[in-house]
């Protein structure tokens, strides 16, 4: 069934959020034991980048979710329990008895999110176990998202794929810092920082086993976005950060027979894991 335009009105208001608005978030991440994948286990390289850019003493209300595959071996995730001794934050692992592939566990996701409360969480933050964050990560994307997200049925704040600036119709920047970005929904491929509204998820779970994303063999970011086509065909474009404030790190990211020949992807332009974009003093 496709998308009513009620249904498309909910996710974009095309109105801002303001920044005294105390948003809730979810930052989730599916994740597996690379090294029985013939890969790198870099995931606590991930939360120290997390770490170094403030996100776990930020006031900012975020909660982390990892989503395990059904791994043999999950003591790969036993470091988690030091950031949740260290840390009042709400560190959580849903875990898998039998293993599951990047597809079916990216489905748990989505399922686990599906059946939240309404008012549990405003955004989920879908991101990899494999990345790089921006200095101060969590407040740029709070400022980022309270300005842009409701104008996009997603977003991304990893942009590895060819984006452009958004004009009006006189032709100009809709706003000074060039901090948004917009590119074709087709485009658009790369889990690092995916951002999105928790009631987008009953949409996707309902068309996950597309048959032609069967027979073509669809990794999860093309399931994601042709769910969403699906649902919403008038749908065109989304809106993106111009830099990227997340990166991929692109180590093991190819983990099955095409690993010699997929090298992986990266950000067109990364803001840099030292650095803030000039956004983050938007007032």
Not at 7 to 22: A, E, P, V
Not at 129 to 141: E, G, L, M, S, T
Not at 207 to 231: H, K, S
Request: net charge positive.
């Amino acid at each position: 069934m496709l998308g009513s335009i009620n249904q498309t009105k909910y996710f974009i208001t095309n109105k801002k959020i303001s920044n005294d608005t105390h948003l809730k978030y979810l930052i989730t991440i599916p994740c597996v034991n690379r090294e029985e994948r013939s890969a790198i286990n870099v995931i606590d390289k991930t939360l120290e980048e997390f770490e170094k850019s403030g996100l776990f003493e930020s006031d900012i209300s975020v909660d982390i979710m990892f989503f395990e595959s059904g791994s043999n071996n999950i003591n790969y995730l036993s470091f988690i329990e030091e950031y949740r001794k260290k840390y009042i934050k709400n560190i959580t692992i849903n875990y898998n008895k039998t293993p599951l592939n990047a597809v079916s566990n990216t489905l748990k996701m989505f399922t686990y999110i599906s059946k939240l409360p309404d008012d549990k969480y405003d955004f989920i933050l879908w991101m990899d176990d494999d990345v790089f964050v921006c200095k101060n990560f969590i407040k740029n994307a709070d400022i980022w998202i309270k300005s842009y997200a409701n104008f996009s049925i997603f977003s991304s704040l990893y942009v590895p794929y060819q984006s452009y600036q958004v004009k009006l119709n006189n032709n100009q920047n809709i706003n000074q810092n060039n901090n948004v970005h917009i590119s074709r929904i087709n485009h658009f491929y790369g889990t690092c920082c995916t951002v999105f509204k928790p009631k987008l998820a009953k949409h996707i779970i309902k068309n996950w086993y597309n048959q032609r994303f069967e027979l073509f063999e669809f990794n999860p970011d093309a399931r994601f976005r042709e769910c969403v086509r699906f649902i919403f065909p008038q749908i065109e474009h989304i809106f993106v950060s111009y830099p990227s404030i997340v990166e991929h790190m692109n180590i093991g990211s190819s983990i099955y027979r095409n690993r010699k020949i997929n090298k992986g992807h990266k950000s067109k332009e990364y803001i840099g894991s030292d650095k803030d974009p000039e956004y983050l003093y938007i007032s």
